[in-house]
């Protein structure tokens, strides 16, 4: 009678360690390469920040100084982000801008900057659009609206809203184009008194 075998020790272990050791490797090169990925494209993020282009507002054309901006005026470019900082008016912001004056002069393809426009409230009066002779009757054309530091502004400036008092009334001094209409250049027309009531 024959004696049951006793099992052979190790004769299993061999193919189990290749296909661990396989299995092992490819886990490990699937977490090299993801993290290899990973940090490849954090470096080439960190090396492209602040060069996303981003769009600004800009001016289509020459401006000079006191130009009333419009929306033909401006136009749109792409600059990289690290440039544009909160004082570069963007496009969803463009309309604030529009029939606004320049208190600069800007170039065609500048960017268009929040302090390129007056923040100061400022009082709309009236100047001499041409010069105008002793005696020489005003006209609406004689007169364009400008405007002033408010605190500037004193009761003898002729202010736009007054425009309809002055137009047909002959002055008593000579205008030079650019020079504030003032009450004072009319015969005996003291400026209106605004905010008073009658008793």
């Given at each position: 009678?024959?004696?049951?075998?006793?099992?052979?020790?190790?004769?299993g272990?061999?193919?189990?360690?290749?296909?661990?050791?396989?299995?092992?490797?490819?886990?490990?090169?699937?977490?090299?390469?993801?993290?290899?990925?990973?940090?490849?494209?954090?470096r080439?993020?960190?090396?492209?920040r602040?060069w996303?282009?981003v769009?600004?507002?800009?001016?289509?054309?020459?401006?000079?100084?006191?130009?009333?901006?419009?929306?033909?005026?401006l136009?749109?470019?792409?600059?990289?982000?690290?440039?544009?900082?909160?004082?570069?008016v963007?496009?969803?912001?463009?309309s604030?801008?529009v029939n606004q004056?320049?208190?600069?002069?800007?170039?065609?393809?500048?960017?268009?900057?929040?302090?390129?426009?007056?923040?100061?409230?400022?009082?709309?009066?009236?100047?001499?659009?041409?010069?105008?002779?002793?005696g020489?009757?005003?006209?609406?054309a004689?007169?364009?609206?400008?405007?002033?530091?408010?605190?500037?502004?004193?009761?003898?400036?002729?202010?736009?809203s007054e425009?309809?008092?002055?137009?047909?009334?002959?002055?008593?001094?000579a205008?030079r184009?650019?020079?504030?209409?003032?009450?004072?250049?009319?015969?005996?027309?003291?400026?209106p008194?605004?905010?008073?009531?009658?008793?």
């Amino acid at each position: 009678m024959n004696a049951p075998r006793a099992p052979q020790q190790g004769s299993g272990f061999f193919p189990g360690a290749v296909i661990g050791g396989v299995l092992g490797f490819l886990v490990m090169a699937l977490v090299l390469g993801v993290g290899g990925y990973a940090y490849v494209k954090k470096r080439a993020n960190d090396a492209r920040r602040g060069w996303n282009l981003v769009p600004v507002v800009v001016a289509a054309q020459d401006m000079p100084e006191d130009t009333l901006v419009t929306f033909e005026g401006l136009s749109q470019r792409s600059v990289p982000e690290q440039f544009v900082t909160t004082s570069v008016v963007k496009p969803d912001s463009a309309s604030y801008i529009v029939n606004q004056r320049l208190n600069v002069s800007v170039q065609a393809g500048d960017p268009m900057l929040w302090t390129h426009f007056d923040t100061k409230k400022r009082a709309p009066f009236l100047v001499a659009a041409r010069d105008i002779p002793v005696g020489a009757k005003l006209t609406e054309a004689d007169m364009v609206p400008k405007g002033l530091d408010s605190e500037l502004v004193t009761p003898s400036y002729v202010k736009e809203s007054e425009r309809p008092q002055v137009v047909g009334r002959p002055v008593i001094a000579a205008f030079r184009k650019g020079d504030p209409i003032l009450w004072t250049h009319f015969r005996n027309e003291p400026p209106p008194v605004t905010g008073a009531t009658a008793p």
